[in-house]
């Protein structure tokens, strides 16, 4: 079927705006991406129409096969809600651990994302964050995001099924937990190689490596403080792997020595940006951001594996 790429044309031809000039937060810089935001998200669409003989659709069949089955059947009976937990390894409160991705699977879906990066589309990367060729918002609520309709399918599903019920379900987010966030990173050795101590301006942040098992990397390891111990762990990210937490949990990032750390970061909380109770935030966070008076409330089984019904807003934290 031929198609008429008018807009994929015309958003290949703009002139993006600067590095320093969106560091700087420039006004023209939101301008640029808000005065293009239909013509881009009509040239996702056109793109996708124009590879879709030779583009992967994303779905869930990319995630691990046992996290798949659990998540699943918990959807169909949420009293099955344990076997999911099960997978999670605590690392220490409030923090957690297991294998996201189909390793079988994972370079498919980094050879989709090769491909949104050589599609020539402007992309926003996240400010303060590498312009790499990983470095792209991901979430609708942000200028520039990828708006490639079969990948905000993929997108929501991972929010909506996977990583809201396994929130509620660890860390007792629900609540909090309506709106969604976005991006993806990576660290490399000559720029952008660490992260300081932070916090997350989210109730929950799902942090997940895209690294294949080949592409190996020494350093980037994340320091996790346990406030109840005063200690800090350290944990060294695998490929596929993700990590759950609390976004007042502290965290950093040690500098990568050699190769490169690819992942995906996506976050949730609640309406204007609230989240529970002691969730403050040193990055990403705005001036938005809400903490609340109360904790979540002990939720049922069955309200944790459920969507919001409440509208998304536009807030973004950056």
Known sequence: MKTNNKALAQARALTLPTRQASLNRDPSVSQFWNSNRELLENAWSEWEIENKDSLLIPDE????????????????????????????????????????????????????????????????????????????????????????????????????????????????????????????????????????????????????????????????????HDKSTGKVVQTTFEPGKAIIHTGNVPHATHPIISGQRSNLVVWLYGDRMQVPRGGTSSYGNTGNSTPTNTTTKNATPRERWSVPNSPKDTIAPF
Do not use: C
């Not at 996290?67 to 997978?87: F, G, H, Q, S, T």
């Not at 297991?98 to 990367?125: C, G, H, M, T």
């Open 61 to 224: 069949t990319l995630l691990d096969p046992k996290l798949r089955k659990a998540i699943n059947d918990a959807w169909e009976n949420p009293d099955k809600e344990n076997a999911v937990a099960d997978l999670w390894e605590e690392i220490i409160p409030g923090v957690y651990s297991a294998q996201f991705f189909d390793l079988d699977r994972l370079a498919e879906f980094r050879n989709y994302l090769e491909d949104v990066v050589n599609s020539q589309i402007p992309k926003r990367a996240p400010y303060g964050i590498q312009l790499n060729r990983y470095g792209i918002m991901l979430d609708p609520r942000s200028e520039g995001h990828l708006a490639a309709p079969n990948f905000q399918a993929f997108y929501n599903e991972i929010m909506d099924r996977y990583m809201r019920p396994i929130a509620r379900l660890l860390l007792g987010t629900y609540g909090y937990d309506n709106q969604t966030f976005g991006f993806s990173i990576q660290y490399n050795p000559d720029k952008d190689k660490d992260l300081h101590a932070h916090t997350d301006a989210s109730a929950a942040t799902l942090n997940i490596n895209i690294n294949l098992p080949d592409e190996e990397f020494t350093g980037s390891q994340v320091d996790f």
